[in-house]
C-alpha cells in the first residue's frame, strides 16, 4: 500500500517459507515515513506453503508507518492479531474486535492524512478508502458488497514516550481481494435437514471462511459447534447440545499419527446419548474432510472421558451427504425427443433409451429430469406446455400430463424440471401472464403451488441441491436473468396438503447480467453460464454465498445452452453446446460425446 517520498523505512512484514521442514525468514519492502497510502495490495498471493507474520512498530514509526504497519498487520498470520494490536493504545487495543467483520475491498485501502499539520499537537486522522468488494461477518458467512468503504483512523502520541498509536480505530478487519484470497479460505461446515424425515438424515452444507494458517481446523470445529450461519440456521439442525463448546485445553486440535482426531468439549455435552454423539460425529467428519485429510476417526469426550467414537467410513451411515451418490447415468434427449443415457464416468458414448415409456419416443421432449435413485423420470413436451412422470421401467405407460402450461409461447411455459432429495419434484410455470413455481411431491401428486415472496420477477430455471434446503433459480426482471439462492421452508397445511416457500433470496452472481444456464456442482457449488454487462459468454463456478471458488475455471466453451454437474465432483461437467453433448474430463479440454440437448445428472 506504500506510496509517497520514501525517506526513512521500516520492514513492515517477515515472511516465513516452510521447505523441506526449514523456515526462513524474508524481510519484505519497507514503509514510507510520510505521504499518503495508496491502495495497492500489501502482499501478491503466495503459495499455500507460505506465512506471513508482520512486524512490531518501532520507537520512531511516523503517524503513517503506524497506519501503514497496522494495515500491514492486518493481512498477516498472526494469531489473535498480536502484532496489530502493538500499533494501538493499550485502552484501543482492548475495545478493537478484529473477529466481527472482514471487509474486502478490490485494492488495500487508501489511507489518507487529514490535517497534517496538525501532527505537532500530537493528534492525527486517517481515511481510510476503497471499493467494497464482500464482507465475512461475525459468523464467518460471506455476502458479496458494492460501494464506498469510508473510515476514521485516529491517531495520538504518547506524551511520555514521544510514540505514536492508534487510539481509534474501526472495528473488525479490512484488506484488499488478493490479499483476502491468501488468507482466507472457504469450507463447508456440516448440519442435518430439520424437515428431513428420512434415516439417515440428510446433511446440509453451510459454507464460511476461516484463516488460513491460523489452526483451521480448530477454527472450523468452533465454528461448527456454534451453530449454522443466519441464512441457514431456520432449515436445519445439529447434534450438538445447547450451550457446548470446547473445552480450554483443546486448542489446537491436531489428530494423533493414527488419524485419530479426539474433540474434548465441555460438560453440556455430556448430556448427549450415544446416537447424538454420533451425530455430533459424523458433522465433525464431514466437515473436516476436505480441511483435514488425515483425519480418519473422530473421539468425541465430555464430561472427563469418551462419549463416543466414529470412523470416517461410519459417518455414512449416521446421516447421507448428497456428492456421496454416484449417479449411474448421464440423461438427455436424443433427435427423436426420446429420453437416452449413456454410463457415467466412462467414455461411453452410445446412447441408449431410457426404460419406459419416456424413453419410447410416444411423446417428443424438449427437457428431462431423473429422480436421484434413478427409479422415475419427468418430461417436458417439445412445445413446453406439457409435464409427464414415468417410471424407468420398460413396458410402463405415459399417462396424462402432472401439469399444463397455458403460456403464449413455448418459451413462457415450462422450464426444465428438477428433483429433490425426497422424490419431490420443481418446475416452473414461465407464463407471462401468471408465472408459478410448482412443487409435485413423490412426482405426481396434485402440484402445489410455492409462494415466493421475496422474488421479483419471473423464474427461468429451477435446480434443487440434493438436500432439499436449498433451491438455485434463475430470476428474470426485465433485460436481466440472475442466479438467486433461496431457502425452501416447508410446512402442514389445514388441509393436510404442505405449504411450502421460498425465503430469503440471496443473489450468487451479482456480477453477471444475464445468466443463461446453471447446474448444482457440489454441496455448495454450481456451475454457471453467463456474460457480464457488455461482456462475453463465460462458463464459471460460484459458491452458494456469491463468492468464487479457489479453483480453475472450467475450459472456454462457445455457444453453451444448457450444463450439468453432479453433486458428485468426480463425475465430468456435460453440455450442450452448438457442437452437440460434450463432456469435460479432469484436466482436458471439452470432447464431444454425441448428437441431442438437453443433458442432465440424475437430480
Given amino acids: 500500500m506504500g506510496g509517497g517520498e520514501r525517506g526513512r523505512g521500516v520492514s513492515a512484514r517477515t515472511v516465513a517459507y516452510a521447505t523441506s521442514g526449514v523456515v526462513l525468514l524474508a524481510g519484505c519492502a ?8 495508496r491502495g495497492v495490495e500489501s502482499t501478491p498471493r503466495q503459495d499455500a506453503q507460505v506465512r506471513v507474520f508482520a512486524m512490531p512498530p518501532s520507537d520512531d514509526a511516523t503517524p503513517t508507518q503506524i497506519v501503514q504497519g497496522f494495515l500491514e498487520a492486518l493481512t498477516s498470520d498472526d494469531p489473535d492479531y498480536r502484532t496489530a494490536r502493538q500499533y494501538l493504545t493499550r485502552e484501543a487495543a482492548k475495545a478493537w474486535r478484529p473477529e466481527l467483520s472482514t471487509t474486502v475491498l478490490s485494492n488495500g485501502p487508501d489511507a489518507q492524512v487529514e490535517a497534517p499539520e496538525r501532527q505537532n499537537t500530537g493528534s492525527l486522522s486517517y ?20 460501494g464506498s468503504y469510508d473510515k476514521l483512523v485516529h491517531l495520538a502520541r504518547d506524551a511520555k514516550t514521544g510514540q505514536w498509536r492508534i487510539d481509534v480505530v474501526p472495528q473488525g478487519v479490512v484488506m484488499g481481494k488478493s490479499d483476502f484470497q491468501r488468507n482466507y479460505m472457504s469450507v463447508n461446515k456440516y448440519y442435518f435437514a430439520s424437515d428431513n424425515a428420512s434415516t439417515p438424515p440428510m446433511t446440509v452444507a453451510d459454507p464460511v471462511y476461516v484463516r488460513s494458517h491460523v489452526d483451521p481446523t480448530t477454527e472450523m470445529v468452533r465454528s461448527l459447534i456454534k451453530g449454522p450461519t443466519t441464512w441457514l440456521k431456520p432449515a436445519v439442525r445439529t447434534g450438538f447440545p445447547v450451550g457446548t463448546a470446547l473445552s480450554k485445553e483443546a486448542a489446537p486440535l491436531t489428530p494423533d499419527d493414527r488419524g485419530k482426531l479426539t474433540v474434548p468439549l465441555n460438560d453440556k455435552a455430556a448430556e448427549a446419548g450415544t446416537g447424538r454423539c454420533e451425530e455430533m460425529a459424523a458433522q465433525l467428519l464431514f466437515t473436516l474432510r476436505t480441511l ?19 470412523a470416517r467410513s461410519g459417518a455414512e451411515t449416521v446421516a447421507t451427504r448428497g456428492a456421496l451418490h454416484q449417479p449411474d447415468y448421464l440423461y438427455f434427449v436424443d433427435e427423436e425427443g426420446r429420453l437416452v443415457r449413456i454410463t457415467s464416468g466412462t467414455s461411453d458414448t452410445d446412447p441408449a433409451p431410457a426404460p419406459g415409456a419416456l424413453g419410447e419416443g410416444e411423446k417428443a421432449l424438449r427437457s428431462v429430469a431423473v429422480a436421484r435413485d434413478e427409479r422415475t423420470a419427468a418430461g417436458v413436451s417439445v412445445d413446453g406446455r406439457s409435464l409427464y412422470v414415468a417410471p424407468l421401467v420398460a413396458g410402463s405407460p405415459l399417462g396424462e400430463p402432472v401439469l399444463q402450461s397455458t403460456g403464449k409461447t413455448e418459451e413462457d411455459r415450462l422450464t426444465t424440471p428438477s428433483w429433490d432429495a425426497r422424490g419431490g419434484l420443481w418446475v416452473a410455470d414461465s407464463n407471462a401472464d401468471e408465472p408459478r413455481l410448482y412443487l409435485l411431491e413423490e412426482g405426481s401428486d396434485e402440484p402445489v403451488e410455492v409462494h415466493t415472496p421475496e422474488l421479483d420477477g419471473r423464474v427461468r430455471a429451477v435446480r434443487v441441491a440434493a438436500d432439499g434446503v436449498r433451491i438455485a ?24 396438503r404442505p405449504t411450502v416457500t421460498v425465503l430469503d433470496p440471496r443473489s450468487a452472481t451479482p456480477e453477471l447480467e444475464q445468466v ?5 456442482a457440489g454441496d455448495s457449488r ?20 456469491g463468492s468464487t471458488p479457489d479453483v480453475p475455471p472450467p475450459a472456454a466453451l462457445t455457444g453453451v445452452k444448457a450444463v450439468t454437474a453432479s453433486e458428485d465432483e468426480q463425475a465430468p461437467l456435460m453440455a450442450y453446446s452448438v457442437d452437440g453433448i460434450v463432456r469435460l474430463p479432469t484436466g482436458a479440454q471439452w470432447q464431444k460425446v454425441t448428437e441431442g440437448t438437453a443433458p442432465v445428472y440424475p437430480g
Avoid at 519497507?30 to 497510502?37: E, I, R, T, V
Avoid at 483435514?292 to 466414529?310: F, K
Avoid at 433459480?473 to 393436510?496: A, C, F, M, N, Y
Avoid at 456451475?527 to 454465498?545: L, N
Wanted: net charge negative; hydrophobic share 35%.
Fill in 30 to 37: 519497507s514503509m514510507p515515513d510520510s505521504g499518503d497510502l
Fill in 127 to 146: 481515511t481510510l478508502t476503497g471499493t467494497q468488494v464482500a464482507t465475512v461477518d461475525a459468523q464467518q458467512a460471506y455476502a458479496p458488497a458494492s
Fill in 292 to 310: 483435514s485429510p488425515a483425519v480418519e476417526e473422530v473421539e468425541v469426550r465430555a464430561g472427563g472421558g469418551p462419549l463416543c467414537s466414529l
Fill in 473 to 496: 433459480l434463475v430470476v428474470e426482471k426485465g433485460d436481466r436473468r440472475s442466479l438467486l439462492i433461496g431457502r425452501i421452508d416447508r410446512e402442514d397445511g389445514t388441509d393436510g
Fill in 516 to 520: 443463461t444456464a446453471m447446474s448444482w
Fill in 526 to 545: 454450481l456451475v454457471v453460464v453467463g456474460r457480464e454487462e457488455g461482456g462475453v459468454e463465460q462458463m464459471k463456478y460460484v459458491e452458494v454465498d
